[in-house]
């Protein structure tokens, strides 16, 4: 029972950590694209709020996680080539978090050098990888 207390709350925390990524870039669209700044001021606050909002999601997804493969144990661990793929990609999500936060920083010292256009991208980025994620741990696939 236990195990399916810490894949509850692994999900509920990656679900709210992910609405959080796609968010944060589509407010960094409209920061892109405004040239009053009246609008960049308060999205400089939305932005802040929102990642330091969702970092803490992005943490005990990480925790919730690492708990279910302590609780599955090292066979289990050693054997789940799927979820070695699955960390794989995660730690690339990891890194587009950190770099959202780059970016929030630059847009707090007025030093974007990005388009609208590059955020758009920027904010679908991480779709392809999550839809990965969630077939990996869902189908469990076996490799060689």
Known sequence: ??????????????????AG????????????????PAVHEQLKIMERRLWWFVTPFAVLTLLFGLALIYSYGKAWFVASHWLH????????????HAYLYVL????????NTHSSRFYRFLNEAPVLALLAIICLAIIKPTFG
């Open 85 to 96: 793929l699955k960390l794989a990609l995660l730690v690339l999500i990891y890194a587009y």
């Open 21 to 36: 990524l796609f968010y944060l870039p589509r407010l960094f669209v409209y920061h892109a694209q405004s040239q009053e």
């Open 1 to 18: 029972m236990l195990i399916l207390w810490l894949k509850a709350l692994h999900i509920f925390f990656m679900v709210a950590w992910m």
């Open 104 to 111: 929030l920083k630059q847009f707090a010292t007025d030093n």
